[in-house]
């Protein structure tokens, strides 16, 4: 057994408000197949989130800051409300700050001053999309950060957003430790790509996926009311496919799914073009889901560009699959009517569906509750339905990937009929 | 340990055409929360559903019967759709019967024919709600039904319905097995409630719940814009609050939220019109969630009736409470306008949403696996993210409920503010 | 030609900001239909709505007020939202009350302060529904209401309802003028009904039929799903069927349509009840929209009530009919399935969709124009897409109706196939 | 007074089986304001559609064809369903073919078979966007459409599409007639511009609004979210800027709008950079909507190519505008994020709203009405509310555009605040 431990600020000498409580003795393992007879025993265990009943704070003194990085992602709104009203009426906290524009309002010097977050000004937030924090990419200076946040007296941190966000995160709870400084700092994760370990869905993935599914219903429309018609639909997805893959089962109306962990050739009788024209000579239509780290291979002059948050910038394997499917078919003097659909910004902006929105209201308290029991260096997990305390350092080292033998590419090969690969 | 292994029907000779499989040897538990340092040793596994790599049936000459039963849920046209498909493409299965009007249909004096279902009957059904081959209520009388299903020559049999269907899903494949007639009889479970234990997420409830936070938010515009407006919306939920209390959680507008698993009193200083008025005095405007069976046991003249499923006929509380809060407030002059919401009949004969479309297709497609595999006697269940296989008789003895100390339960009252019991 | 010009509170001195006019000449017909051959003579002309180059009130000294009445309908925060950005931005003023609650929030005995607003409250209204001024019904004391306004200051008061709050508008423009305190009381017309004359579309009422269509077609799907399904829908429309016929043809999927201008019988070869019956026996399944004014004289024990608003109190015709249709076809052993769709409060409460969003802004800044300009006890109306003004005295001595032979009760025979009458 | 007669095919010998009826001398004006004092002496009068009394074919003989044309557009399935379902219900037309892919169709070398439209085929079409038909751009040779019609034996042809098709059309009627063969050719106005006169509002405009405003939704929340956000959204509007200036009156949130009608500079104190630029500085944000036709005198390079249709090929002003922003700031070491919104396709295959909905049915009515009394060469017009018929010479020889001094662009101007012009 390996249990995953959080780091503690130090003993707890405050009673919980609350009446109920987890202990730190109830772990919840990543793993769940046995097998028949034998009884499993390398499993990473981790702790089970929830409310303790000894605090390491005193509520009545602590001062909370929320932050909000990177992307946009559907549910950014409802996070920094549950975390408000959590720690207002859970636990009567009485103020939390918030700031700015991501990372960079840490730094008094690049960012505006952080706004007290009270109950009348969090109120309707939920139904928004966005962020009323506002975002940005990019790190902060961790000594600059770490001053300004002692400055402020600011006791828990809690910083929503993606790898790039923790590992920033993970920098100044360091610091802060060096320093001696108790910071509580937790991490609430956030990507709509849904590709972080022992997360097993993140806020945002669902809403992304349901408006996702709207517009793939909109390109078959496209491609079914023309001769030959071919709809591209690119979707969010960098590293994993989750996006593009969950959309196409739940729509059933794709006809391919490329995404980054499948690499597929063009060219060949076993290659994307020519499956393609025998599904256009069959059908006459067809709609390609293509998730926007799919294929960077197949694009020359690739340049190892990276933006402000460190991620490698991709190119546009949406509009290349375009111009390689217009120019094909044109030297084969087949006519076809290729439209090309890129809504990812429609999409990210969405406010939370329901189902995103009680995920970001678990997240939300359980990061409260970790924070006030002193947990630090941490994101709040989920595994199988439970939510866990994950240490940081643990869910950076790579990324969840669409498995090729699970249910959910099994899913994607079953709808679309689409080989399994393209070689 | 105790393995909860489904019945087969006996030696698998054929050769499955698919390329993956699933052992039965691999198993899901039931219970996933380790205390440190022990190892759980009396838990309850379950095979995983799944492809198997030997079949019982040869494809080529099977007959699948498919029959949908009970109320209308979101997602049933996708099942139906997902099995036909399953059959089909997967397995090469060319003749799928669909029976008409639930269970009314497998009896040849009361029902209609059954219809062939064919790829292209069913290829656009997904897209909308209901049932394309009808429901009914009420059972059917066993020895008919397998009549006629051996007339048929029916080799697997899909029963999508909820517990009073699995029930007499048990009944037909018990009957058949003592007529030694070779009947896969598989299950996929129904019911908008999300009530059936081993189920952890039933398709249509995401649906539901997302329908349902609409309502609540036209009930809290019709509450918030006149003067002591109060706006009481009546949810599923017969014995479990799953509906009520998530979509409270998901709108977080609600002022109150009533379900079965927690009795409430309606007078007295603890009891719920004593709060209402509390929340009027200090806020003017209150939105009541109640699930259909809560407060059964406060409404006179309960008459014992049961509909054609053989479920209690429930009294009307949504319509009992407006009676009451209406009455209440009158005595005491205070001034309130009363709007009552039923939306049931709305919310249940939506399309599928994507979570739920999803579900579906991987419920279908595990009945598929499970069936041509020779398992029967089963449903397909949910653990922690993993398809299992479920002998029927499990599922049918209790109904899970909203556990009072669980994160959903907590959540309602972290957003509502109500008091953990009104007493 | 009847000249239809509304009242002025006199001389306009000031020059208006604006850079664009219309002038009081510029006339619109209420009728267009022109007989070849002959120009007609006896034309009702109503003065076009928009900017007038003189104004009654120097801007700058203007203190205007808003009152929204009577039941909920799309878009009423839209027109508090135009009204308040088209006096400050459009003319500089820069106070506007806001009357709590209705008519009652102009009797400071009975109602609650009025509130400042300001850009910023109001700013965001527009996407939701209800009225953030709060509404009731029934009537205010002229006098009180009158001593009121005038100790307030308010020089233009916008009336926002139905024929009620604008007979009431007439009441508080004459005392005003009988004490000669130049009020302008301009009244923008409100009824999800859309059965008001010289308004050739009230706001609310496209949102509201595109809400219908949405429950039309959940009521068809029940139906659809179950043997005999009989489905009963209930709309607004309480002397005019104008919701019920329009969404009936968005629909196309309703069999019948009952409205209040076309009455009928129930029993009988030629009553609805054999209508139906012939139906079920063709098609298993039947939709029917009714409109709540519509059958009202079938009903026994109509009691002559009315509510506070003055409207007479409706049996329910939905919950009549479904018991009706239970009972007739109970005592001829045909099994039906009747499901009952109640959707009024649900409909009301939505935010304007874009249709009525623009229509809302339109009225507004009609209605700003004309008070600046000093018009008085008039409503804005709508003729042929153009804005006029229309004297309050007018539009409530009838109430518009479906017309039998006309586009929209032709479209409603056509695709439900209903009989032109049930006789 | 000019009367616009349409073209009959000559005597009328059939009764009707309907039982209302329009007569060919009831007219609509299509000016209607009237200035006081005067009669308007120099109208334009339409006949008015609708029913005739007697019938130039004799509908159980006839023979009818449909074909849709040119850009998807919401509501064409409407059309198609309505057109089919009055010939068959109305008249008792038994036979209507559904040409296949546009004026391609109409040639039996290039296209494929027409398809008979049944009652079962058309059913359900109109809750999906598209077309059954197919559509393709560009047009057919006249001779060799014209013997394909007779062929078929075709006696009506309904021609929906825009002002190419209905020039095209107009072309199928002369050269029929020119033949003498009796054939009436009646156009349904097509176009999501809305750019049609004498048409006051086209089918699918609305949908394309209501579909354009939650665009600017998602560009109004992700402008909102970053520091210097500005979020550029192309709308359609190739000569004129209805859907651009409507979906920004309704939406509230756009801070430029701008439209072919108005013609813009970018640079300079006057020009569009420097009022964005004041902008972010006041507010941090933008919003900007662009309508595809406007600014293409700034794009260097304009080719003068044009697509199939013989639509000049317009070059991207979006990505334009995107570009000049970025480069502006970049010089002027303001920090901007812009993002670009091109949502046209997801828009345009959208299924029709309730207000399409309903328009759609009438267009179709009012053509069959048209076509069984012997009305070619026209199209079915809307004028005030009435529908009327239009020779098809009129309508082509100019487009309808947004007046700068109309209400709407006085809307939009109210509601960005931005300069009448950028000059």
Excluded at 138 to 158: S, Y
Excluded at 222 to 228: G, K, L
Excluded at 242 to 271: H, M, R, Y
Aim: with cysteine.
């Amino acid at each position: 057994m390996r249990f995953m431990t959080v780091t503690s600020l130090g003993e707890c000498p405050y009673d919980s408000p609350l009446t109920h409580y987890v202990s730190d003795e109830v772990l919840v393992p990543a793993g769940i197949e046995w097998t028949r007879g034998q009884v499993p025993l390398d499993l990473q265990l981790f702790e089970k989130a929830g409310p303790r009943a000894k605090l390491y704070f005193d509520p009545k003194q602590v001062r909370a800051g929320i932050v909000t990085c990177g992307g946009l992602c559907p549910g950014l709104n409802n996070v920094i409300r549950s975390l408000v009203y959590g720690l207002h009426h859970q636990y009567g906290v009485k103020e939390v700050l918030g700031f700015r524009d991501g990372y960079r309002g840490l730094d008094p010097q690049r960012g505006e001053e952080p706004i007290p977050l009270t109950l009348d000004l969090v109120d309707d937030i939920h139904e928004e999309g966005g962020t009323i924090l506002g975002t940005s990419r990019g790190p902060v200076d961790t000594k600059t950060a770490v001053d300004n946040l002692i400055r402020l007296e600011i006791d828990a941190l809690f910083t929503v957003g993606g790898d790039g966000t923790q590992r920033g995160a993970k920098s100044l709870y360091e610091e802060a430790m060096r320093r001696e400084y108790p910071l509580a700092v937790v991490g609430v994760p956030k990507t709509i790509d849904n590709d972080v370990h022992f997360v097993a869905r993140t806020f945002g993935f669902s809403t992304a996926v349901e408006a996702a599914r709207e517009v793939i219903a909109n390109a078959h429309t496209e491609a079914h009311s023309v001769h030959n018609g071919v709809s591209v639909v690119k979707l969010m997805g960098r590293h994993a496919g989750f996006i593009a893959a969950t959309a196409t089962v739940a729509s059933q109306d794709v006809n391919f799914c490329l995404i980054p962990e499948s690499p597929f050739v063009l060219n060949g009788d076993g290659g994307f073009l020519a499956a393609l024209q025998r599904r256009l000579v069959a059908r006459r239509h067809a709609v390609i889901v293509v998730a926007e780290g799919a294929g960077q291979d197949l694009i020359p002059g690739e340049t190892g560009a990276v933006d402000a948050s460190g991620n490698a910038k991709l190119e546009d394997i949406g509009k290349f699959l375009c111009d390689e499917i217009t120019k094909c078919f044109k030297a084969q003097e087949l006519e076809v009517v290729v439209r090309y659909f890129d809504p990812s910004y429609q999409i990210r902006s969405r406010p939370a569906n329901s189902d995103d929105a009680v995920l970001c209201d678990r997240f939300a308290r359980g990061a409260v509750h970790a924070a006030m029991a002193g947990k630090t260096g941490m994101i709040v997990g989920l595994l199988h339905g439970e939510l866990v305390h994950v240490p940081i350092g643990l869910p950076v080292q790579s990324r969840k990937e669409v498995k090729m033998d699970g249910d959910l590419w099994h899913g994607v090969l079953a709808c679309t009929g689409q080989p399994a690969q393209f070689a």
